[in-house]
């Protein structure tokens, strides 16, 4: 048997073991074998980075000038392209997706840091016109303090981004709380942050379950605000432990999100789109396009066409870079998933390819591109959140109906429509009650481009302009400005 890797937590700039010596192993989805060790958070581990993030933030960092806190992100952002294949490979061998698009993505992502070391200098206050007299008037952003970053295992690097750059570049200090699920990547990261010299306890990693380490994290009083992605019944928790230290919340959370394509669209574009949506890292995205409708006249036609794309997707190992899609993340996946489509398949869903788990490894957890005909959009495949390569597909007539359809739905993350008629396109996207549409395209992000759902999806939005002041607080500060001493203390003014 090969020796595991062995891990360590990133507090307040040292490598630690758990308080308790408590560890879990991390397994590859390849082979669903153990290939790391990591320590298990205790509350007392989670207290100790809340403190050292505390201090950190009452010390130096949050006096930084915004200019000098900057040249960190950009350490960070320069760190990530020279370690881009490292972070890669080691997000593959914990996650499975596949190495072709973590090695690009750890690259990419340095492109968050760089915009946020822009931003951190130009985030302005304002002179109020005040209706007093001898008065002056002005409002400032100021740093919220300790920031606990919860992230789940898919796209980590991206959701820690979104969290960390506009964080750091307020004066903010960070608690990171990796899943629990695949831990890694997180720590090789804080192996690189700890060589950009940012002081200590500025960014501390820990990982470990939902309770004790994510209650006692969300819970503690010394955190400020908790930024939260994962899914909707963890964010009930998270919401509930917050009544205990009144932190503020932002919440990204799942997605069913639906894709229209009218019978004007341009056909391969759609499919290339709706391929990308839905079996792009095994579906295991929160934006994944899993519910498409098509229209009436073009409906078997072009199912017919998707389905005959979905089966010559490349299934393999995830390093390999032929490979267009690797295994499941993990065995609760493939099990919510399975559940679903035998659910789905019992009400009249028809299972037109896949559905059943792919013989490519035995051992690992590989699941084929699957695509389901359902009659109403209510059967469970087509209705919830299963975070893997199931695509159910309806029908519709009218622009009107599938609108309707579309927002038919508890989640409001992402959607798309594809149609040649401009307005169309227009009209669509602008009635589609969700966070995120692309019209003739999907699954793009980019920093400056706001990201996060309505309705069940969650709210507060990362990346983007506007988001680096979700890292702040609005400070008001009244000047007197007259020799004159104030008169009648007695009377507010
Ligand atoms: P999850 O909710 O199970 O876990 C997310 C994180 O929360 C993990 O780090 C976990 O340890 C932690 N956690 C669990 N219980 C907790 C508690 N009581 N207190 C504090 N923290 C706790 O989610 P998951 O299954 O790992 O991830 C998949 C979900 O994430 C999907 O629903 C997906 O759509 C969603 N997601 C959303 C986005 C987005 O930006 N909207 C992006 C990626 C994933």
Known sequence: MTELKNYKMFIDGEWLDSNTDKTFETLNPENNKPWARVPEASASDVDKAVKAAHNAFEGEWSKLLPRDRAKFLRAIGNKLRENAELLGKIETIDTGKLFRETNKQAIYIAEYYDYYAGLADKVEGTVLPIDKPNIQAITTRIPIGVIAAIVPWNSQM????????????????????????????MFEFAKLIEETGIPKGVVNVITGFGDPCGKALTTHNLVEKVAFT?????????????????????????????????????????????????????????????????????????????????????????????????????????????????????QGGKVRCGGERHPFSNEGFYFPPTIIECDNHNLPAAENELFGPVLSVMKFNTEEEVISKMNDNQYGLSSGVYTSDFAKGLRVSKAIRAGITFVNTYRLISPSAPFGGIKDSGYGKEAGLESIKDYTRVKTTWYYTSDEPTLDPFSMR
Do not use: W
């Open 158 to 185: 991206f959701l820690t981004a979104t969290k960390l750059a506009p964080a750091l570049a307020m004066g903010n200090t960070v608690v990171i709380k990796s899943s629990e699920l695949a831990p890694a990547v």
């Open 230 to 346: 994962g899914g909707p019944e963890t964010a009930r928790h998270i919401i509930r432990n917050s009544a205990e230290n009144l932190s503020e919340v932002s919440l990204e959370l799942g997605g069913k999100s639906p894709v229209a394509v009218f019978d004007d669209a341009k056909q391969e574009n759609a499919i290339n789109g709706i391929t990308a949506g839905i079996f792009g890292a095994s579906g295991q995205s929160c934006i994944a396009g899993s519910r498409l409708y098509l229209q009436k006249n073009i409906y078997n036609e072009f199912l017919d066409k998707l389905i005959s794309r979905a089966e010559k997707i490349k299934i393999g190992a995830p390093m390999d870079p032929e490979t267009e899609m690797g295994p499941l993340s993990n065995f609760k996946q493939l099990e919510v998933i399975e559940k679903n489509i035998k659910l789905t398949a019992e």
